[in-house]
């Protein structure tokens, strides 16, 4: 079965500094797709970042990039010069699989409580 | 383009009521998904719709249903309420292919009394 991991629950970072958040995953899938979601407290999930597991170059979005580490089965979420609107809870997730003709839904890890101090 | 809107933003219920969310994806697309989020058991899928078609469901009990309509709009129903279904329920909408990302609407708080 496909499942994600989020081992740190909460974190802390200083304005302006880089954070990155981890994430590790498992699949006996070859082809898959890596998502990160944004949730402020307002509660909409706000897509961040897309990974493909054929993807040769890692994804860049902005201010986000993601440290994609195939044989090690981890896609971990790097922002850069954080902002005080970044404190929010961050979600890694993963694509499962499809049959029946579905897209196949998404599976979240337990997320990571990001605070930035000013 | 306007994004995933859903409706009510806040429920309050008591046991044994149902209640029907509805969400209208982004113009153009087609699939549209449903999650419940709690604190205890996280972000879980409760089912896909596409051209009216229910064609991924989670491990959900039979209480939860929903439906598509032919402008893609969706719409969830919960019926027999119980406490533990106080939740956020998220709706998601994408194009149609595997690589497609899906976005977000605000959610739907319900709290059941």
């Known amino acids: 079965a496909q499942k994600i991991t989020q081992t740190q629950p909460g974190m802390f970072v200083q304005e302006k500094e880089a954070v990155t958040l981890d994430c590790t995953y498992d699949?006996?899938?070859?082809?898959?797709?890596l998502f990160w979601y944004k949730q402020p407290s307002s509660g909409e999930m706000i897509f961040l970042i897309y990974q493909g597991s054929y993807d040769e170059q890692n994804a860049t979005e902005g201010r986000y990039s993601l440290n994609f580490q195939k044989a090690r089965k981890s896609a971990n979420l790097v922002i850069s010069a954080s902002q005080l609107g970044d404190s929010a809870m961050y979600f890694c997730?993963?694509?499962?699989?499809?049959?029946?003709?579905?897209?196949?839904?998404?599976?979240f890890g337990k997320g990571t409580k990001l605070s930035v101090k000013p | 383009k306007a994004g995933v809107t859903q409706t009510p933003r806040y429920l309050i219920k008591t046991r044994g009521q149902q209640v029907t969310l509805s969400c209208s994806p982004i113009s153009g697309h087609r699939s549209v998904s449903w999650y419940q989020q709690t604190p205890g058991q996280g972000l879980q899928f409760l089912f896909e719709y596409f051209s009216e078609t229910q064609r991924n469901k989670g491990n959900f009990p039979g209480r939860f249903s929903g439906r598509q309509f032919s402008n893609s709009r969706s719409e969830m129903n919960v019926s027999t309420l119980e406490l533990g279904d106080s939740a956020l329920y998220l709706c998601?909408?994408?194009?149609?292919?595997?690589?497609?990302?899906?976005?977000f609407g605000p959610g739907t708080r319900l709290t059941v009394l």
């Open positions: 997730a993963m694509r499962g699989p499809n049959y029946g003709g579905s897209q196949g839904n998404l599976i």
């Open positions: 699949t006996s899938d070859q082809s898959y797709g």
């Open positions: 998601a909408s994408s194009l149609e292919t595997e690589k497609d990302t899906q976005y």
